[in-house]
């Protein structure tokens, strides 16, 4: 639904359908909600284990959900659906990666 939801936004730019005032409100609204989502999981995950000990660490978690929700999420979008067409095209092999280990190279 992403997928089809960032096709739909751009077909609308491009022809002129949609009214940018509206959108941008929209948006606004779509992405503060995005960020309250991030930030109640960030509240009940301290709550329930207290994982991170100091103020910084709790801070920098919560900063780094603004810009969680401009690009990366939009990169998993063009990720998954690169993945489904190279599924829909016969490809269904993970690939291969040879283990190096922790172990500096011999010279």
Do not use: C
């Amino acid at each position: 639904m992403d997928t089809l939801g960032l096709l739909v936004l751009i077909a609308g730019f491009a022809t002129e359908i949609i009214n940018l005032p509206f959108a941008s409100l929209f948006f606004l609204v779509a992405y503060g909600y995005g960020f309250i989502l991030t930030a109640s999981t960030l509240v009940m995950e301290e709550v329930s284990y207290h994982r991170h000990d100091s103020f910084k660490d709790r801070a920098l978690l919560v900063a780094w959900a603004i810009p969680e929700n401009f690009g990366y999420r939009q990169f998993t979008v063009f990720w998954r659906l690169r993945g489904l067409l190279k599924f829909a095209m016969g490809r269904t092999d993970w690939g291969t990666i040879e283990r190096q280990g922790f172990n500096s190279p011999e010279v």
